[in-house]
C-alpha cells in the first residue's frame, strides 16, 4: 500500500521561508503526475504547482516566482520550496501523487498526503 506522508510545515512570518517535504512509501514502479495543492478555511484545494505527465511544471500564478516545486524520482518524494511569503499562502498544504502503478494487477492509483499546515502571520 502506497502512503505519502508530508513534512516542513509551520508557522512563519510574512518573507519567510518554508520546504515541504513529501515521501512515498511502498512499492512504486510508476507516477505518472505529482503535485502540491492547498486549502485556505472555507475554500476550495488548488493547485499550487506541480509536474505534469511530460514532467513540466506549472505553478498557480500566485506563487509563480516564490515558489518552486522539485522531486527526487529515486526516493519518490516530491518537495516545495516556498519563499517571500505572504499572509495569503496560509493553508493547509497536500501532496498528491497520480495514476501510480503499485501492482501488475491493480488499476493504477492515486493518493493524497495528510496535510500539513502552513501559517504566514506577524
Known amino acids: 500500500q502506497v502512503q505519502l506522508v508530508e513534512s516542513g510545515g509551520g508557522s512563519v512570518q510574512p518573507g519567510g521561508s518554508l520546504r515541504l517535504s513529501c515521501a512515498a512509501s511502498?512499492?512504486?514502479?510508476?507516477?505518472?503526475?505529482m503535485g502540491w495543492y492547498r486549502q485556505a478555511p472555507g475554500q476550495p484545494r488548488d493547485v499550487v504547482a506541480n509536474?505534469?505527465?511530460?514532467?513540466?511544471?506549472n505553478y498557480a500564478d500566485s506563487v509563480k516566482g516564490r515558489f518552486t516545486v522539485t522531486r527526487d524520482n529515486a526516493k519518490n518524494t516530491l518537495y516545495l520550496q516556498m519563499n517571500s511569503l505572504k499572509p495569503e499562502d496560509t493553508a493547509v498544504y497536500y501532496c498528491h501523487f497520480a495514476h501510480v502503478v503499485s501492482s501488475w494487477f491493480d488499476p493504477p492509483s492515486d493518493y493524497w498526503g495528510q496535510g500539513t499546515q502552513v501559517t504566514v502571520s506577524s
Open positions: 511502498g512499492r512504486i514502479f510508476s507516477i505518472n503526475a
Open positions: 509536474f505534469s505527465s511530460s514532467g513540466i511544471t
